[in-house]
Protein backbone atom coordinates (compact mmCIF):
# COMPACT_ATOMS: atom_id res chain seq x y z
CA UNK A 1 0.00 0.00 0.00
CA UNK A 2 2.81 2.82 0.88
CA UNK A 3 4.65 1.11 -2.46
CA UNK A 4 1.23 2.60 -4.31
CA UNK A 5 0.81 5.45 -2.79
CA UNK A 6 5.03 6.60 -2.78
CA UNK A 7 4.22 5.95 -7.09
CA UNK A 8 1.19 8.06 -7.34
CA UNK A 9 2.66 11.11 -5.76
CA UNK A 10 6.25 10.33 -7.54
CA UNK A 11 3.50 10.76 -10.85
CA UNK A 12 1.76 13.66 -9.52
CA UNK A 13 5.22 15.64 -8.57
CA UNK A 14 7.03 14.66 -12.00
CA UNK A 15 3.75 15.57 -13.99
CA UNK A 16 3.45 18.78 -12.50
CA UNK A 17 6.97 19.49 -12.80
CA UNK A 18 6.55 18.82 -16.14
CA UNK A 19 3.83 20.56 -17.28
CA UNK A 20 4.94 23.93 -15.28
CA UNK A 21 8.41 23.69 -17.20
CA UNK A 22 6.61 23.52 -20.46
CA UNK A 23 4.15 26.04 -19.91
CA UNK A 24 5.89 28.76 -19.58
CA UNK A 25 2.86 30.17 -17.08
CA UNK A 26 5.07 32.74 -15.45
CA UNK A 27 6.23 34.25 -18.60
CA UNK A 28 8.45 33.92 -21.37
CA UNK A 29 12.33 33.13 -20.58
CA UNK A 30 15.24 35.13 -21.26
CA UNK A 31 16.14 32.79 -24.53
CA UNK A 32 13.30 34.13 -26.42
CA UNK A 33 14.59 37.50 -26.10
CA UNK A 34 15.69 38.10 -29.71
CA UNK A 35 13.13 35.15 -31.91
CA UNK A 36 10.33 36.32 -29.31
CA UNK A 37 9.30 32.49 -29.67
CA UNK A 38 7.62 30.67 -26.81
CA UNK A 39 9.52 27.60 -25.54
CA UNK A 40 6.76 25.50 -25.45
CA UNK A 41 7.71 22.17 -26.11
CA UNK A 42 6.12 20.28 -29.06
CA UNK A 43 4.44 23.17 -29.99
CA UNK A 44 4.96 25.42 -33.35
CA UNK A 45 3.21 28.66 -34.28
CA UNK A 46 -0.75 28.72 -35.63
CA UNK A 47 -1.12 28.83 -39.24
CA UNK A 48 -4.80 30.05 -38.79
CA UNK A 49 -5.07 34.13 -39.39
CA UNK A 50 -3.50 36.01 -36.62
CA UNK A 51 -6.52 37.78 -35.15
CA UNK A 52 -3.85 40.22 -32.92
CA UNK A 53 -3.38 43.72 -33.63
CA UNK A 54 -1.08 45.71 -31.38
CA UNK A 55 -2.11 49.75 -31.91
CA UNK A 56 0.24 52.39 -30.56
CA UNK A 57 -1.65 55.73 -29.10
CA UNK A 58 0.04 58.05 -31.86
CA UNK A 59 2.36 57.25 -35.11
CA UNK A 60 4.85 60.03 -33.88
CA UNK A 61 6.71 59.93 -29.60
CA UNK A 62 9.16 62.18 -28.13
CA UNK A 63 12.24 61.40 -26.95
CA UNK A 64 11.84 61.05 -23.06
CA UNK A 65 8.15 60.92 -23.10
CA UNK A 66 5.76 57.72 -22.93
CA UNK A 67 3.29 55.72 -25.79
CA UNK A 68 0.29 53.75 -25.05
CA UNK A 69 0.19 50.51 -27.05
CA UNK A 70 -2.99 48.59 -26.96
CA UNK A 71 -3.32 44.84 -27.84
CA UNK A 72 -6.69 44.56 -29.48
CA UNK A 73 -8.00 41.30 -31.53
CA UNK A 74 -9.72 39.09 -28.48
CA UNK A 75 -8.51 37.96 -24.84
CA UNK A 76 -5.12 36.14 -24.78
CA UNK A 77 -3.08 34.04 -22.11
CA UNK A 78 -0.03 35.30 -22.94
CA UNK A 79 2.59 38.26 -24.38
CA UNK A 80 6.52 39.01 -25.39
CA UNK A 81 6.46 42.93 -26.39
CA UNK A 82 9.35 45.05 -27.54
CA UNK A 83 9.92 48.35 -29.24
CA UNK A 84 12.62 47.39 -31.54
CA UNK A 85 14.69 50.06 -33.56
CA UNK A 86 15.07 49.54 -37.75
CA UNK A 87 18.38 47.37 -36.40
CA UNK A 88 16.01 45.30 -34.20
CA UNK A 89 17.71 46.23 -30.92
CA UNK A 90 14.73 46.33 -28.02
CA UNK A 91 14.62 49.90 -27.16
CA UNK A 92 12.78 52.31 -24.13
CA UNK A 93 11.80 50.36 -21.09
CA UNK A 94 8.01 49.65 -20.33
CA UNK A 95 6.32 51.07 -17.14
CA UNK A 96 2.85 50.52 -15.30
CA UNK A 97 2.26 47.07 -16.61
CA UNK A 98 -0.96 45.28 -16.09
CA UNK A 99 -1.07 43.17 -13.09
CA UNK A 100 -0.98 40.02 -15.29
CA UNK A 101 2.47 41.28 -16.59
CA UNK A 102 5.39 42.08 -16.25
CA UNK A 103 8.26 43.86 -17.36
CA UNK A 104 11.55 41.46 -17.85
CA UNK A 105 15.44 42.69 -19.13
CA UNK A 106 16.20 41.61 -22.38
CA UNK A 107 19.47 43.66 -23.38
CA UNK A 108 18.22 46.47 -20.70
CA UNK A 109 16.31 46.64 -17.63
CA UNK A 110 12.41 46.60 -18.38
CA UNK A 111 12.76 46.92 -22.02
CA UNK A 112 10.60 43.53 -22.33
CA UNK A 113 7.02 42.71 -21.17
CA UNK A 114 5.72 38.70 -20.15
CA UNK A 115 2.76 37.66 -18.86
CA UNK A 116 3.03 36.64 -14.87
CA UNK A 117 0.37 33.51 -15.66
CA UNK A 118 -1.89 32.08 -17.68
CA UNK A 119 -5.07 33.70 -16.69
CA UNK A 120 -7.03 35.23 -19.62
CA UNK A 121 -6.16 38.80 -20.26
CA UNK A 122 -8.55 40.98 -22.04
CA UNK A 123 -8.81 42.56 -25.37
CA UNK A 124 -7.96 46.00 -25.26
CA UNK A 125 -5.19 45.53 -22.57
CA UNK A 126 -2.67 48.68 -22.80
CA UNK A 127 1.12 49.08 -21.58
CA UNK A 128 3.09 52.30 -21.27
CA UNK A 129 6.00 52.33 -23.29
CA UNK A 130 8.96 54.83 -22.24
CA UNK A 131 10.59 56.12 -24.86
CA UNK A 132 14.70 56.38 -24.86
CA UNK A 133 15.84 60.29 -23.89
CA UNK A 134 17.72 60.37 -27.54
CA UNK A 135 15.87 58.84 -30.35
CA UNK A 136 16.63 56.05 -31.47
CA UNK A 137 14.47 56.98 -34.92
CA UNK A 138 11.40 54.86 -35.82
CA UNK A 139 10.31 52.04 -33.69
CA UNK A 140 8.19 49.12 -34.16
CA UNK A 141 6.12 46.97 -31.54
CA UNK A 142 6.54 43.82 -32.37
CA UNK A 143 5.18 40.66 -29.65
CA UNK A 144 4.30 36.86 -29.84
CA UNK A 145 0.53 36.67 -28.24
CA UNK A 146 -0.94 33.16 -27.06
CA UNK A 147 -4.39 32.94 -27.19
CA UNK A 148 -3.39 29.57 -25.51
CA UNK A 149 -0.80 27.29 -24.53
CA UNK A 150 -1.39 25.23 -28.07
CA UNK A 151 -2.38 28.78 -30.22
CA UNK A 152 0.25 31.67 -30.67
CA UNK A 153 1.40 33.54 -33.29
CA UNK A 154 4.82 35.49 -33.59
CA UNK A 155 6.26 37.95 -34.44
CA UNK A 156 3.07 40.49 -34.87
CA UNK A 157 4.70 44.21 -35.74
CA UNK A 158 2.42 47.17 -35.15
CA UNK A 159 3.20 50.04 -38.06
CA UNK A 160 5.99 52.00 -37.48
CA UNK A 161 6.47 55.27 -35.12
CA UNK A 162 8.80 58.22 -35.52
CA UNK A 163 10.08 60.19 -32.89
CA UNK A 164 12.09 63.10 -33.15
CA UNK A 165 15.23 64.06 -31.78
CA UNK A 166 14.97 66.23 -28.43
CA UNK A 167 17.63 68.26 -29.03
CA UNK A 168 16.48 69.37 -32.67
CA UNK A 169 13.55 70.37 -31.32
CA UNK A 170 14.46 72.38 -29.57
CA UNK A 171 17.22 74.09 -31.55
CA UNK A 172 14.46 74.71 -34.33
CA UNK A 173 12.06 76.21 -31.17
CA UNK A 174 14.88 78.81 -30.13
CA UNK A 175 16.28 79.53 -34.00
CA UNK A 176 12.38 80.48 -34.54
CA UNK A 177 11.94 82.49 -31.53
CA UNK A 178 15.22 84.99 -32.09
CA UNK A 179 14.15 85.15 -35.79
CA UNK A 180 10.80 86.43 -34.49
CA UNK A 181 12.34 88.72 -31.95
CA UNK A 182 14.93 90.15 -34.44
CA UNK A 183 11.52 90.92 -36.74
CA UNK A 184 9.81 92.24 -34.16
CA UNK A 185 12.15 94.96 -33.64
CA UNK A 186 13.22 96.00 -37.07
CA UNK A 187 9.28 96.60 -37.53
CA UNK A 188 9.13 98.49 -34.17
CA UNK A 189 11.95 100.57 -35.19
CA UNK A 190 11.24 100.73 -38.85
Same mark, same amino acid.
Given at each position: ????? +???? *???? =?A?? *???????G?? =???????? *????????????? %????????A??????????????? @??? &???? +??? /????? @????? +?????????????????? %?? !?????????? /?????????????????????????S??? &???????? @?????????F??G?? !? &???????????? !???
Amino acid at each position: MVRLW +FSVV *LVYV =AASV *LQQGDARGSG =APSSACQS *LTPQHVNITESTA %DNPYTIMPASTTYQPGGTLRVQIM @GGA &FRGI +FLQ /ARNID @GMAVG +FWSMCPAFTRSMQCNNSA %DS !VTHQDTTEKP /AGTNFTWNAPSESPGTVMFIATIARSREE &FWANITSM @GVSGGNRAIFHLGTA !V &FSLVTIVLTSQI !VQG
